[in-house]
């Protein structure tokens, strides 16, 4: 095992990283180029609505079983909470039809022959063209291989997939897409129970981490940005953060878990995404009506997912693209008279905040999939992690967190002297 291995980067993929490494007893210390660890998954306190939200509304399910294992060994599985089944709230705008989808938890799917229980307008039969996604060659796009229209794909499989690859359907890569399938819908309901991080992202994904690193020997050390690497030969010697200079002793490694624009600008000819996505969301400072289910997906509006907190309600728009550029005191009130409509709320808007990542994640084109770069460099030492990296997922939570994890593991067989 490496004597210390040092981590670029305070996200998920930095931070699972690091646990994985410290849990064997290997020093690991990560570092941050900004004041806060968790990356896009991250709470902060919030000015205007004078509460803490999250940066981003994130949904784990069930079956994320790198996630999972993540919170268990920090100790943060208890701050999740969500429905004890695999039920999922709908309502359409447009037609103010309301519905849930309640899959059973065993792997046939005997929920699609009930019709209390699948998408209203669907037959059972309809269910047979998801296969059609997982038989789909390498390269293919979504719109090739699957009828990106009709009851099921406009109520079910579009806004899923759009949720899931934060990139519209059609153009996307169907194998991708094939990896979201296999691991919910086709793994039985058991595998895609909605967990919620109930107090803050980071109360549940970061503080845990940051004290578990401190207790087991590793550390976080912020406001420190890499600037270059020293390469010598086959290996990384040293780090160099500007007014700080890290030398890599022999046995140490190095982990770069950073964005993949940053990773480019440090590694000489690696081939990254370069075509990325946004997300939208907005958070209304006002406490939930009793009832309000935790999570309901938005069929025909501009709001997409609404998600209920015991002191906000907050919206989530993914391929959010075309939002960036309109005027927040436009964007907010239409919201929320989406937001209303749903959950029974008369009268105008409470304060609010638009929350606009304009680079959120790689878009999940064949093209842009196809430039996503394994773990391993040719340095010795030096490996990636990053949910933009080539997990076989779209960049989600699960995916990132697995990239650490690979990271760590492969640190675990270097046998660089």
């Known amino acids: 095992m490496a004597r210390s291995v040092h981590i670029i980067g305070g996200g998920l993929a930095g931070l699972a990283a690091a646990v994985r490494l ?6 690991a210390v990560v570092y941050e180029a900004t004041n806060q660890a968790g990356g ?20 784990l399910l069930s079956g994320n079983r790198a996630a999972l294992g993540y919170l268990d060994t920090i100790g943060g599985r208890d701050r999740l909470g969500g429905p004890p089944d695999a039920s999922f709230p709908f309502i359409d705008l447009a037609t103010r039809e309301r519905w849930t989808l309640r899959a059973n938890d065993g792997r046939i799917p005997w929920w699609i022959l ?12 309809d269910y047979l063209s998801i296969l059609r996604l997982l038989r789909a060659p390498s390269g293919a796009t979504i719109g090739s291989v699957l009828d990106c229209k009709g009851p099921l794909y406009d109520r079910l499989l579009g806004p899923l997939l759009l949720a899931a690859l934060n990139t519209e359907p059609p153009p996307s890569a169907a194998n991708l897409a094939a990896a979201v399938i296999r691991e919910t819908l086709f793994a039985g309901g058991r595998n895609y129970h909605p967990l919620f991080a109930r107090d803050g992202l980071s109360v549940a994904f970061v503080e845990p981490a940051l004290h578990f690193l401190e207790a087991n020997g590793g550390g976080v050390v912020f406001g420190e940005r890499l600037r270059a690497f020293t390469f010598e030969g086959a290996r990384v010697s040293a780090l160099d953060f500007g007014d700080l200079s890290v030398p890599l002793r022999a046995g140490d490694a190095a982990v770069l878990a950073v ?7 440090l590694i000489p000819d690696l081939t990254v995404p370069t075509e990325f996505r946004a997300i ?7 406490a939930p009506p009793a009832g309000l289910p ?13 998600f209920a907190f015991p002191d906000r309600l907050s919206v989530t728009i993914s391929a959010g693209d075309r939002l960036l550029d309109a005027p927040r005191e436009e964007l907010a009130p239409l919201i929320w008279r989406e937001v209303a409509a749903v959950a029974g709320i008369a009268g105008p808007p409470p304060a609010w905040q638009i929350v606009r990542e304009r680079r959120a994640t790689f878009a999940a084109l064949p093209a842009e999939n196809a430039k996503r770069p394994g773990p391993v460099t040719r340095w ?3 490996l990636l992690a990053g949910d933009w990296t080539a997990t076989g997922l779209p ?17 675990a067989t270097m046998n660089e002297p």
Do not use: K, Q
Request: overall charge positive; proline content about 6%.
């Open 40 to 59: 896009r998954c991250r709470s902060y306190h919030d000015p205007a609505l004078g509460i803490t939200i999250d940066n981003g509304n994130h949904l």
């Open 294 to 306: 935790p999570m309901t997906g938005i069929i025909n509006g501009t709001a997409e997912w609404l």
């Open 280 to 286: 939208v969301n907005a958070h209304f400072r006002i």
């Open 259 to 265: 964005p993949p624009v940053v990773a480019a600008s």
């Open 114 to 125: 009930a019709a209390s229980r699948r998408v209203p307008g669907t037959r059972a039969v």
């Open 380 to 382: 010795n030492n030096l």
């Open 22 to 27: 410290c849990a064997r007893g290997v020093r």
């Open 395 to 411: 960049a989600t939570i699960e995916g990132s967190i697995r990239s650490g994890n690979r990271a760590a593991e492969l640190i």
